[in-house]
């Protein structure tokens, strides 16, 4: 898909201050937002940035979009929302505090898909919705997958049901996680294949991002934030410090220039 929007950046992130920026190749930090803005972070296929923000006046989440830019629209039509992914083309998932599953575009326009109980992580990558939740009514919640392909979601408990603490959906539709020991781990879509996502991040891995380019947030941190560690596969194939830091990392589905 091209670079275009948000994607022609490789990374954005929220740093201390709350506040968003995107990271460009050559680790240029360009806030674009205000400090105290942003909660969390995602981004669509297109490169349509979306936010879950606070609102000053009454404490509640609000969801915006933008393209890139600094910019930022307010999506009216949702509400209650806690979670959040992209989705295709400028459209995006959110989760609600009230348990209804829904999707929205830049228009407004979406719908309450169906509700699930106890949602702990979501997102989604190259046509697969992932969740953490329970697979019986009162259950552990657990990793489950589906495809996007109409109603109704035929979600599938990943085996061995784990409970990964953190998510991440790449283009190709398979998850990576994070562990109870803090180490990335990968579940791809055919419900069955397991392992570790990469070295120089066991027992270290907060959180991670992973859509065209693998981003990590570390445990390390200091009062600028917690250290963002890249994945390579060149010279070991292992992370490496990506040369910022942040407070929640976002990658994108920039893809390098082919140079010749």
């Known amino acids: 898909m091209p670079n275009t929007y948000g994607n022609i950046y490789p990374a954005w992130g929220i740093n201390t201050q709350n506040q968003v920026f995107a990271v460009d190749t050559g680790n240029a930090i360009f806030p674009m937002s205000d400090e105290n803005f942003a909660e969390v972070i995602a981004i669509s296929e297109s490169g349509v940035i979306w936010v879950l923000s606070t609102d000053p006046d009454t404490g509640g989440a609000l969801l915006y979009w933008g393209i890139g830019d600094g910019n930022w629209n307010p999506a009216t039509t949702a509400s209650g929302a806690i979670f959040l992914s992209g989705f295709v083309g400028n459209q995006a998932w959110y989760y609600t505090e009230d348990g209804a599953l829904c999707t929205i575009d830049i228009t407004g326009e979406g719908e309450v898909i169906g509700k699930i109980a106890d949602v702990q992580q979501m997102d989604y990558g190259g046509g697969y919705l992932w969740l953490v939740f ?102 070991g194939s292992s992370f490496v410090s990506a040369g910022f830091q942040a407070i929640q990392v976002l990658g994108t589905y920039y893809v390098a220039p082919i140079t010749q």
Do not use: H, R
């Open 134 to 235: 329970p697979s019986t009514d009162g259950g552990i919640p657990c990793l489950q997958f589906s495809p996007i392909n109409g109603a109704p979601f035929a979600w599938k408990p990943f085996v061995g049901f784990p409970e990964p603490s953190c998510i991440t959906v790449n283009y190709t539709g398979n998850c990576y996680g994070i562990d109870g020991s803090f180490s990335p781990m990968y579940y791809l879509n055919d419900g069955v294949s397991t392992g570790s996502a990469g070295d120089g991040a066991n027992g270290s891995a907060l959180e991670i991002s992973f859509k065209n380019t693998y981003f990590l947030l570390s445990t390390n941190a200091d009062k600028n934030g917690n250290d963002v560690l890249m994945y390579q596969d060149t010279a």
